[in-house]
């Protein structure tokens, strides 16, 4: 879902890299709908498509799939040190092809130099002060040449140049986790070890999760949705120890959206009675929900998935942020219902000025939520992202 922000970016990357740099005032690129880059008819017809089920195999699957034309392992997580002071972060890692290389090439064997390659990643690095009330977001963009950025297993690592998510020194041999997220931009910096609590859960049809009509607008998908979480934080002359969970998303496809939908909703939520929910709510042309693709979990305290549909779960935005820097509108807050569950929360962020204002501006960031499950008080911690306002 994210790859509509990523392929827009790269594109704006490119533009930078035959125009030159161009003053804030210079910069105006415009798309009207997102969503046409990525039609079926305008993806290379010799990348893989997610069309029939998936055998995933872990930790290798971990790893980069360049066959496909855009993958990406996104980190969120909500975090507090031992006086309180609370912070969301998100760390995220993009791959886009070029050219597709297929299983068992070798990339290297048809580029003339060191500096060619078919690969090109971009990474987003956030921290939400929700005490202090303030939000930072920063991007990179490298290549996949003269290791300024890439993905590999053994030993686990992506990367795009100092920002790297890494298994941790103190592993196994051939494990991904304990893994350890390093970040920073402008002394803001974060260095976090992450250890899965939940195990993966594969998302959709055991992991193909459908996006939109015709065969091949879909992606793998899998998520870990809770990580226990500990380690620093830096704003400034300020360090925080912090600790809390965090949340995995790992996608790799090459069709995406149809051209009839513009944006979409995504909220990640993890309750305090050990249940994690994530929903994403597809709109179409009309900003309406598309009720066919739209779909969602929730993860039970065992770690077993229960899916939903569209049909399942009534939202109801109750306010909207405007962004100065866009003018975009964005609806932060809502009522969730999922009757089947008995469960009824009011979700809003944790801090509304929450917008990435980078090459492709969209929003997103911690967000807070409080009501009923199942008879039983709940409260929760969780992200949410808002594309196509």
Do not use: C
């Not at 972060?89 to 993009?94: H, N």
């Not at 229960?306 to 100065?324: C, L, P, V, W």
């Amino acid at each position: 879902m994210k790859r509509i922000l990523f392929i827009i970016a790269i594109l704006i990357f490119l533009v930078f890299q035959i125009f030159g740099k161009k003053t804030d005032s210079q910069r105006k690129f415009k798309i009207d709908k997102p969503s046409e880059l990525l039609k079926h008819e305008k993806i290379d017809a010799n990348f893989a498509k997610a069309i029939y089920s998936y055998d995933f195999q872990f930790p290798l699957d971990h790893a980069s799939h360049e066959d496909f034309k855009t993958e990406w392992w996104y980190f969120t997580g909500n975090l507090e040190d031992e006086k309180g002071h609370s912070f969301g972060y998100q760390l995220t890692f993009f791959r886009n092809g070029l050219e597709p290389v297929l299983e068992g090439a070798e990339e290297a064997k048809n580029l003339i130099n060191n500096w060619q390659t078919k690969q090109i990643y971009m990474a987003h690095f956030a921290v939400t002060d929700i005490t202090n009330k303030k939000f930072y977001s920063f991007e990179k963009f490298a290549r996949k040449s003269l290791n300024q950025a890439g993905a590999r297993l053994n030993p686990y690592k992506i990367w795009v140049k100092d920002w790297s998510a890494q298994v941790s020194s103190k592993a196994k041999p051939n494990e991904v986790f304990p893994l350890v997220l390093r970040a920073n931009d402008k002394n803001i910096s974060l260095k976090l070890k992450l250890i899965p609590v939940k195990p993966v859960t594969l998302q959709g049809l055991e992991g193909l999760s459908q996006k939109s009509s015709g065969a091949g607008n879909a992606s793998y998908y899998y998520s870990i949705s809770k990580l226990l979480t500990k380690g620093k934080i830096q704003l400034g002359g300020d360090i925080y120890k912090v600790k809390g969970y965090s949340w995995f998303d790992r996608e790799f496809s090459t069709s995406s959206l149809g051209d009839t939908l513009i944006g979409w909703d995504w909220f990640a939520l993890q309750l305090s009675n050990n249940v994690e929910i994530m929903y994403y709510r597809l709109r179409d042309q009309s900003n309406k929900t598309d009720m066919v693709h739209s779909s969602g979990v929730i993860i039970d305290a065992e770690g077993e998935k229960h899916q939903f549909t569209a049909q399942d779960i009534i939202m109801e935005n109750t306010e909207k942020y405007k962004s100065s820097f866009t003018n975009a509108e964005y609806p932060v807050s809502w009522d969730m219902e999922i009757p089947k569950i008995n469960l009824k929360v009011k979700l809003k962020p944790a801090l509304k000025e929450q917008e990435h204002q980078l090459s492709y501006p969209y929003y997103e960031g911690a967000v807070q939520l409080a009501g009923h499950f199942a008879d039983a008080e709940v409260t929760g911690k969780g992200y949410m992202e808002l594309v196509g306002y």
